[in-house]
């Protein structure tokens, strides 16, 4: 299929416009759920306002287990903030340009600041399962980009400068918060794979060769999309599994979000601390 981006330009707007309409004015920040981080474990029902995406005019419905599919918009302390429950990955069968469709409308709806989390599996010797690491800077081997076909004016730059994909100064708020709750941070680089086959053990042999620390198959798309649109991003993998290889054990999606499930809390906590603090630390500033 051809892509044609005035009229995905005018999809977005389309969601954009829905999600004032129901929700009201746009939040500040969003917290992004990854695979099996954003179920009822996660506060799913609690929300005052909330849409499934199928409520959402041309936002992609994800297929996957773990990955519920709603937005939620909370009023914290700080200020207003949502929380996507759930993504969609090239793996089924979308476009790059489909894949982003949410985040995009997000931004346009008027959102700054996105907090991106996903379940990944560690590389890095400094990484076991149950870790928490933010994401310094990642490699994208999934053979696509959500920027391909644009004619390079309707989000921002067509080549977009992506020395700094992840925002070093929520970087430095996150493990300020992670020290508060006496949460153990690690740090690493994120590689983003298609799948939804996992990796052989040569292939993580390559990546740690590269400089991966960790491997999964999501958030790079979003990440470039919102860096192109000049949106601060923050990006939280949690360890679910040791890359294989790596471990004995033979990996599958289910232990995948039994592992994500026993530690939705924690990583939903962090991340609505991380943005709780970004809100207020932005309101102090514009005094």
């Not at 992670?178 to 590689?191: F, H, I, P």
């Not at 890359?243 to 592992?259: C, Q, S, T, Y």
């Amino acid at each position: 299929m051809v892509f044609r981006p005035t009229e995905y330009r005018s999809r977005l707007e389309e969601a954009a416009e829905r999600l004032s309409q129901e929700l009201g004015p746009s939040p500040e920040a969003v917290l992004c759920f990854g695979s099996g981080l954003g179920g009822q474990s996660a506060g799913l029902s609690s929300g005052k306002g909330s849409l499934a995406f199928e409520q959402i005019p041309h936002f992609p419905v994800p297929t996957v287990a773990g990955h519920p599919g709603q937005l939620i918009v909370e009023d914290g302390q700080s200020g207003r903030y949502c929380r996507l429950h759930g993504r969609v990955h090239l793996y089924e069968g979308l476009s790059a340009q489909d894949v982003v469709f949410p985040v995009r409308a997000l931004a346009l709806w008027g959102v700054k600041t996105f907090v991106l989390t996903n379940a990944a599996g560690g590389i890095g010797a400094h990484l076991r399962p149950g870790d928490l690491m933010l994401i310094t800077d990642h490699i994208n081997f999934l053979g696509e980009n959500p920027l391909v076909g644009s004619a390079g004016d309707e989000f921002g730059d067509r080549f977009p400068d992506m020395s700094e994909p992840y925002s070093s100064s929520l970087m430095e708020l996150a493990e300020l918060c992670a020290s508060d709750l006496g949460v153990e941070l690690k740090r690493g680089v994120y590689a983003a794979v298609k799948g939804p086959s996992y990796e052989t053990p040569a292939e993580i042999r390559m990546l740690r060769a590269f400089g991966a620390d960790a491997v999964g198959m999501s958030t790079v798309p979003e990440v470039i999309a919102l860096r192109q649109m000049d949106r601060e991003i923050l990006g939280i993998s949690l360890i679910t599994n040791w890359a294989a290889g790596l471990h004995r054990e033979d990996l599958n999606h289910d232990d995948v979000l039994r592992v994500a499930g026993d530690l939705a809390e924690t990583v939903a906590g962090f991340g609505v601390r991380v943005i709780e603090r970004s809100l207020l630390s932005r309101a102090r500033s514009s005094v």
